[in-house]
């Protein structure tokens, strides 16, 4: 018995919400991309570019999440490409924190 098998019955419980938990999040992205590209129109700066582009790969990734639901029998989005879209977050939010 490993330490974190006492975490198998919530991921099981996760894995049954799955469906509607994709759905959810990218509604919610898409939400805050639509916030974030209202903000970036207000004041047309380098930070709000660089927050709404991260907000455009977090809902792009959880688009394609959605879409691995009723296109692929697997998972076609995997871990890898999920990776880059992550990386692009990442260093999109880096920019705006630290560029002038």
Same mark, same amino acid.
């Given at each position: 018995?490993?330490?974190?098998?006492?975490?198998?019955?919530?991921?099981?419980?996760?894995?049954?919400?799955?469906?509607?938990?994709?759905?959810?999040?990218?509604?919610?992205?898409?939400?805050?991309?639509?916030?974030?590209?209202?903000? #970036?129109? =207000?004041?047309?700066? @380098?930070?709000?570019?660089?927050?709404? /582009? &991260?907000? $455009? %790969?977090? !809902?792009?990734?959880?688009?394609?999440?959605?879409?691995?639901?009723?296109?692929?029998?697997?998972?076609? #989005?995997? =871990?890898?490409?999920? @990776?880059?879209?992550?990386?692009?977050? /990442? &260093?999109? $939010? %880096?920019? !705006?924190?630290?560029?002038?």
């Amino acid at each position: 018995m490993a330490f974190w098998d006492f975490l198998r019955p919530l991921v099981d419980q996760a894995a049954n919400i799955d469906f509607a938990t994709r759905i959810v999040v990218f509604l919610l992205s898409a939400a805050i991309l639509g916030i974030a590209l209202m903000a #970036f129109r =207000r004041s047309k700066t @380098n930070k709000m570019l660089f927050v709404s /582009l &991260a907000f $455009l %790969f977090f !809902a792009a990734k959880w688009a394609f999440k959605v879409l691995d639901l009723f296109i692929s029998p697997g998972e076609f #989005f995997n =871990r890898v490409a999920e @990776n880059i879209f992550e990386l692009l977050i /990442l &260093a999109s $939010l %880096f920019l !705006a924190l630290f560029r002038k």
